[in-house]
């Protein structure tokens, strides 16, 4: 039990945070939009930091999914809940098409073509306008209907999300832990050995792309229903940017890493200062200072220092260490 | 009709080959893909453009805008990459990506978001070859990318520093054994680099509008002329640049404008999926 404390006790805080802000609609936007970029998040931690595949189009996988079901929703009249997996369904599928190239290819080119992938999704949107709405987007996206109750407040989508974003956290935990967890990280440390001990290396690329693109089909479809607008340039090159910058902040390969980039990423700037120029500055010497101070991520800095807690021998030795040297006597 | 298109397309590829140069030099010679070659080439391309603005004649604001972008990339490899030596490639890259965004910021803070209209270096009715009208900036593009690639390749082939630069490449621990000072190599590729994206910049405004969204496109462009050619090598680049740019331009003209982007981007997967390692690249064999 007491391992999952930490956890519980964020989940807890999740769940009330609405409250103690007095259900203010602008709060739960926000509190939503961490919770869609740490599932989007979440999936690109799956594909680059348990496999080490690296993606740059990763809101094609997003956009992907929120025009599915967008469309679905609107043009066909379907319910949210199929709309969603036929949408899930759809991302998977073009997981495997762009997974298929990444089985020839690796570090900068798979970068470049991933990149392309991203930049192909938004123009065909862009571009098939009788369908999508092209360049001015779809307006007036239903509220997400479940069963017999429809969502219409911001207090129950943010719940919605929330419930997907633990399904999201407890679905990452158990894959890394997993047989398939252990080989994609194999693949990540050592391709090469990883197929000599009989690890498929194929097999499991596609399975990281696939279940990346899930997660961020996932999150596409939470997007499009939290902000109920979308257009094609919701999702360039800039998100896929972010999602990447917001792993590596938050520390590559862990779960939690993913949250932490995500609210660091998406709350910081609100607090920051209402010029949108100089909340990018901030926030790319922000993101250079953080990788200087903690270089495995902000959950690495924290899993080192609660080594150092816990041992406090280490400290004090390194110390003591630190001060001879400074004397020259070390060694 | 297709050789104005060819030239067209010549003139666009010269611009995506210069930048991806700029990248390629950088990422062999410190192993660094740097997303923020864009941004900085905007940076020095809206110094050119308030540079203009100020009535300076317009060799001068070439030469101002090259030493503002070889100092600029000096000092960003001093203050910015030198602390981070040793760390992974992969944070290398987040640090350029969170300059790109400080530096987008830092250029609409200053020079707004509204786009502006960068005078053509050289004005005049278009030259006629044949019966086909060419457009002067075109020409003007083409030469000057010549003349920097004969630059380039000269500094690099016939220079003592050019020779160290290229041993420090090879094997960077040999190099400074040998005397090699590789803290001044870096700097210099860098210099190096960051003027030849500042110099498709200052060339590439007049053919669109100037505004701080400009350079992420022709830095996607030039990331892919780069993979196109191989990423480890320099003529590789120039060839996937002008590959790119005249293919664009046939599919433009024969298919559909609004597709052109996606179908040239298209076509470079099926190169890739060909040659994984690009036109003229050598295959990187790993050591077991």
């Known amino acids: 039990m007491k391992r999952y404390a930490p956890a519980l006790f964020f989940l807890g805080l999740s769940v009330i945070l609405p409250a103690v802000f007095g259900f203010s609609g602008y709060v739960l936007y926000l509190l939503g939009q961490v919770g869609i970029n740490a599932l989007a998040a979440l999936g690109l931690n799956i594909l680059m930091g348990l496999a080490g595949q690296v993606s740059l189009g990763h809101a094609g996988f997003l956009a ?22 036929v949408a899930l369904a759809v991302c998977i599928l073009s997981g495997l098409v762009l997974g298929l190239p990444a089985l020839r290819l690796s570090g900068f080119y798979l970068a470049v073509v991933t990149m392309a992938f991203g930049l192909v999704i938004t123009q065909v949107i862009t571009n098939l306008d009788w369908l999508t709405g092209g360049p001015h987007g779809i307006r007036n996206i239903p509220a997400p209907k479940i069963g017999p109750w429809t969502l219409h407040s911001d207090l129950t989508v943010y719940y919605l999300i929330l419930a997907f974003l633990v399904l999201g956290v407890l679905a990452y935990r158990n894959i890394q832990g997993s047989r398939t967890g252990r080989a994609l990280q194999a693949v990540r440390d050592h391709e090469i050995s990883a197929q000599a001990f009989g690890i498929h290396v194929a097999k499991y690329k ?8 899930a997660y961020a089909g996932l999150a596409g479809v939470l997007y499009a229903h939290q902000v109920r607008y979308i257009n094609p340039n919701d999702f360039n090159l800039f998100l896929s940017l972010s999602y990447m910058a917001m792993i590596v902040i938050g520390g590559l390969g862990f779960a939690s890493g993913a949250l932490v980039g995500s609210l660091v990423f ?14 990018w500055v901030i926030q790319g010497a922000a993101i250079v200072a953080i990788l200087r101070l903690a270089p495995f991520g902000l959950i690495g800095a924290w899993v080192r220092l609660r080594i ?9 030795r390194r110390v003591i260490r630190k001060a001879i040297r400074g004397k020259k006597l070390y060694r | 009709m297709i050789l104005p298109l060819i030239i067209g397309g010549l003139a666009s590829g010269s611009v995506y080959s210069l930048v991806a140069l700029g990248l390629v030099w950088l990422h062999r010679s410190y192993g660094v893909m740097n997303f923020a070659h864009g941004e900085m080439a905007l940076f020095v391309t809206y110094l050119a453009f308030f540079l203009v603005q100020a009535g300076w004649p317009m060799p001068l604001v070439f030469f101002a805008a090259l030493l503002a972008a070889a100092i600029l990339g000096a000092g960003v490899e001093r203050a910015l990459l030198r602390p981070f030596a040793g760390s992974s490639p992969l944070s290398l890259v987040i640090v350029t990506m969170g300059l790109l965004m400080a530096i987008n910021g830092l250029a609409s803070g200053i020079w707004g978001t509204l786009p502006q209209r960068f005078p053509p270096s050289l004005s005049g009715p278009p030259v006629r070859l044949g019966s086909w009208p060419i457009q002067r900036q075109d020409l003007l593009i083409l030469g000057v990318v010549v003349l920097a690639v004969v630059a380039l390749f000269s500094f690099l082939l016939f220079t003592k520093f050019g020779l160290a630069s290229r041993a420090a490449v090879q094997n960077p621990w040999m190099a400074r054994l040998l005397g090699v000072s590789i803290n001044k190599v870096y700097g210099a590729s860098w210099a190096v680099s960051v003027a030849l994206g500042a110099l498709a910049g200052i060339l590439f405004a007049p053919k669109t509008v100037l505004t701080t969204s400009m350079m992420m496109f022709v830095l996607v462009k030039g990331f892919t002329a780069g993979v196109l050619g191989g990423f480890n090598s320099l ?4 060839l996937g640049g002008l590959f790119l740019g005249i293919t664009e331009n046939l599919v433009a003209f024969y298919l559909s404008t609004q597709w052109k982007d996606s179908i040239a981007l298209a076509l470079i997967v099926l190169v890739l999926l060909a040659r994984p390692e690009g036109l003229l690249g050598k295959k990187e064999v790993q050591r077991v």
Request: aromatic share 12%; proline share 9%; net charge positive.
């Open chain 1, 266 to 279: 998406t709350v910081l700037p609100y607090f920051l200062t209402r010029l949108a120029w100089l909340t």
């Open chain 2, 235 to 238: 003529p590789g680049a120039i």
């Open chain 1, 308 to 316: 150092r807690l816990a041992k406090p021998g280490l400290l004090v």
């Open chain 1, 64 to 85: 992907i999914g929120a025009y599915t079901s967008v469309l679905l929703e609107m043009r066909l009249g379907w319910p949210f809940i199929p709309s969603l997996i």
């Open chain 1, 206 to 213: 596609l399975i990281a792309f696939v279940l990346s693109a």
